[in-house]
T-cell receptor
Framework: KQEVTQIPAALSVPEGENLVLNCSFTDSAIYNLQWFRQDPGKGLTSLLLIQSSQREQTSGRLNASLDKSSGRSTLYIAASQPGDSATYLCAVPTSGTYKYIFGTGTRLKVLA | DTAVSQTPKYLVTQMGNDKSIKCEQNLGHDTMYWYKQDSKKFLKIMFSYNNKELIINETVPNRFSPKSPDKAHLNLHINSLELGDSAVYFC??????????????FGAGSRLTVL
């Protein structure tokens, strides 16, 4: 059974800092991992998808890495801005299914 | 044009009532999902349809019944609403389900409050 954990649960940083969000999962037989952002009262926005054959993906100031063997992914945010404040969720499918299991998220606040 | 749209956005109703939430996607995706986000913000899958066929049916009370009239629409009907059904319900869709390139696209959510 796939279980997904995200640490820290909450993070507050001053503007301009580089930061790392962590996601760990128990079943490494995955075909991809996705990172999402959720703003308060809104839906989820896909940030990055890493396929199982890839080690990392980059989009602007975001970089996500994947280490399947250790069951970990990290989301690196460079030069954080107040507009980055949101909850960040990672999701992985249960082995052999379409069923994505979500972590409980990291609530990020970037202070101006 | 909204890619995945849900209606209504807010729904307040009394215990025991029956209500429906509708979802439509204009992305041409084959797979659609319903997720429930509880008060602790935990997101859990409920159902998934692939080209109108039910492929995921989690342990959900049978008061919840999904219906997919075509691959662009997935509706959720809830009978005999209970207080514990209060949550935000998200619809999502994806192409290439089961492949490494499968990206989930979410709707804005429907907040259901049962009084």
């Amino acid at each position: 059974k796939q279980e997904v954990t995200q640490i820290p649960a909450a993070l507050s940083v001053p503007e301009g800092e580089n930061l790392v969000l962590n996601c760990s999962f128990t079943d490494s037989a995955i075909y991809n991992l996705q990172w999402f952002r959720q703003d308060p009262g809104k839906g989820l926005t896909s940030l990055l998808l890493i396929q199982s054959s890839q080690r990392e993906q980059t989009s602007g100031r975001l970089n996500a890495s994947l280490d399947k063997s250790s069951g970990r992914s990290t989301l690196y945010i460079a030069a954080s801005q107040p507009g980055d404040s949101a909850t960040y969720l990672c999701a992985v499918p249960t082995s052999g299914t379409y069923k994505y299991i979500f972590g409980t998220g990291t609530r990020l606040k970037v202070l101006a | 044009d909204t890619a995945v749209s849900q209606t209504p956005k807010y729904l307040v109703t009394q215990m025991g009532n029956d209500k429906s939430i509708k979802c439509e996607q204009n992305l041409g995706h084959d797979t659609m999902y319903w997720y429930k986000q509880d008060s602790k913000k935990f997101l859990k899958i409920m159902f998934s349809y692939n080209n109108k066929e039910l492929i995921i049916n989690e342990t959900v009370p049978n008061r919840f019944s999904p219906k997919s009239p075509d691959k662009a629409h997935l509706n959720l009907h809830i009978n005999s609403l209970e207080l514990g059904d209060s949550a935000v319900y998200f619809c999502a869709s994806s192409q290439l389900a089961g492949s490494g390139a499968n990206v989930l696209t979410f709707g804005a959510g429907s907040r259901l409050t049962v009084l």
